[in-house]
């Protein structure tokens, strides 16, 4: 059998193999086969990339603004010579259509990187002053080493949305992806030698999270974590550095409701539900995985939904005109199927979906599951109140808008939400109430990048986007000057 490639750490500018000697299986989704080996980081690992970030420091913090703007502006431009090259590696990585990479996830990398190289030009900080007797001043200092954490669901585009400001903000970087998407992110590292950035500015560790995570969170010279993932990692997370008050951003879980009005644009509500529940294969924390429906359409709605969702195309990630993919993982393809059956069991009416999606070829062995519309369910049983992040979504009528209201509250998290309805004075009324950071009336992941970009309750803390990002990765220290 010939060798399987190898994904290394990306440390101190330079390809480096794990210092434990140890590697771990990569699995393409789409074929369940393993098709890459990752080195398996650990403190050791960590350590090095510190001592390399921290090198880097005191040059990458103090070199003039225009000059780390040209460098991020030229990684985002290498990014998009090589859109198609990453996007392929994307989709064999994560199971996700190659359409989808191609159009969404390689272009936000690439945009992510634009955005705050431009972003770093303009950015001010506070003056104030009572005149004729003192005038205050306030630095906006880069933090030293920082921490990046991301998930799998969106690889590199969450991945360059919190390196990208940290960069830009004059922080070195030590940044690890899910192991179990690790490709692009090891390719970032190449891109960003060639773009022009010093050694050890940014650092990329691969490996687990109780290997190589842990470690960078634990590390004393780590000066602030930004995280997306789990609710229940980032408790962990937060357990561990807050003795340490290291600055924490965390983008968690969500369960977001999508409400739907008698009076809305039925087509394009229609339209993008389907999109926002099964885009990604789910997989999309911004998904709306719970629509609630006013009573008066909610039976021609359901029915059309059905329709379109068992219309859309399901199969190879890499054929063109695939709209569904494969779930990331066998123990999430496992855990999105059992929540299935808990769904059943708590008296669920399965309109569509519900089972493995069997695919021919080389797909046979891959983690397809049919996206799955379920209605007649309460909104306190488990399946509305818990995250399974796949291609499942529930439906159920409402008859007032405080009904709505209350169905959309009645979780623990709080990312994001959507309204759909002509009556504006109603959707403001809603959005100013529902617990999400982010409410979208009458569209769906319409994305400024400028925005405060975060989650409410168990969703999160802290925000990231535009000058959030950009303020969160410096130290702010203000100077009083009386005269
Ligand atoms: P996880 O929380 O399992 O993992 C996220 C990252 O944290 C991975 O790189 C993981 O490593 C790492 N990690 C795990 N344990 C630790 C630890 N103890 N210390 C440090 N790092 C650790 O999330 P998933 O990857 O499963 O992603 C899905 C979750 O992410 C969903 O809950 C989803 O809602 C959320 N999410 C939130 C978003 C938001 O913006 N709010 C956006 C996208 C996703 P490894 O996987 O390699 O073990």
């Not at 198609?84 to 191609?102: H, M, Q, V, W, Y």
Request: aromatic letters at 8%; charged letters at 20%.
């Amino acid at each position: 059998m010939p060798e399987l490639q190898k994904i290394r750490h990306w440390i101190g500018g330079e390809y480096t193999d794990p210092a434990s000697g140890e590697w771990l299986d990569v699995y393409e989704p789409a074929t369940g086969k393993v098709y890459a080996q990752l080195a398996s980081g650990n403190a050791e690992d960590v350590e090095r990339a510190v001592q390399k970030a921290q090198e880097a420091f005191p040059g990458w913090s103090t070199m003039p603004a225009v000059e780390r703007s040209r460098v991020l502006y030229r990684l985002s431009e290498l990014i998009d010579e090589r859109l198609e090259d990453l996007a392929r590696t994307e989709s064999i990585d994560n199971g996700k259509p190659l359409a989808l990479a191609r159009s969404v996830d390689i272009p936000r990398a690439r945009d992510n990187f634009r955005f705050f190289a431009t972003g770093l030009l303009h950015f001010a900080s506070e003056s104030h002053n009572a005149p004729g007797a003192y005038v205050n001043y306030t630095l906006r200092q880069p933090l030293g080493v920082v921490g990046c954490i991301s998930p799998w669901n969106l690889p590199l585009y969450l991945f360059t949305w919190k390196i990208a400001p940290a960069l830009a903000m004059g922080n070195c970087v030590v940044a690890k992806p899910s192991e179990v998407t690790p490709h692009t992110a090891a390719l970032l590292g190449e891109l960003a030698d060639q773009a022009g950035f010093p050694p050890g500015v940014l650092n990329i560790v691969q490996g687990t999270g109780p290997g190589a995570g842990s470690a960078i969170v634990a590390h004393p010279a780590v000066k602030a974590i930004s995280f997306t993932g789990g609710t229940a990692t980032g408790a962990a997370i937060a357990a561990q550095a807050a003795p340490m008050f290291k600055k924490l951003s965390l983008e968690l879980g969500g369960k977001n409701p999508n409400l739907v009005f008698a009076d809305c644009d039925f087509d394009e509500a229609l339209e993008t539900s389907v999109r926002s529940s099964f885009a990604n294969q789910g997989q999309i924390c911004l998904c709306g995985s719970r629509i609630y429906v006013e009573r008066s359409i909610y039976n021609r709605f359901r029915d059309a939904f059905v329709e379109k969702v068992r219309a859309l195309r399901q199969g190879d990630p890499l054929t063109e005109g695939t709209q569904q993919g494969a779930v990331v993982s066998e123990p999430h393809y496992r855990k999105i199927l059992a929540a299935i059956e808990t769904a059943k069991a708590e008296g669920g009416t399965v309109l569509c979906g519900g089972a493995p999606a069997p695919q021919s070829g080389r797909c046979t062995e891959g983690w397809f599951i049919q996206p799955t519309v379920i209605e007649g369910l309460p909104a306190e049983c488990r399946t509305n109140q818990e995250e399974i992040f796949g291609p499942v979504v529930t439906l159920q009528p409402f008859d007032t808008e405080e009904e709505s209201l209350g169905y959309a509250n009645s979780v623990r998290y709080g990312l994001a939400s959507t309204i759909w309805t002509r009556d504006l004075q109603r959707a403001h009324r809603l959005a100013e109430r529902i617990e999400a950071g982010i409410v979208w009336i009458n569209c769906w992941l319409l994305r400024d990048l400028r925005t405060p970009f975060g989650g409410m309750k168990d969703s999160g803390v802290g925000r990231e986007g535009g000058w959030e990002a950009m303020r969160f990765f410096t130290e702010p220290r203000n100077i009083c000057l009386k005269y």
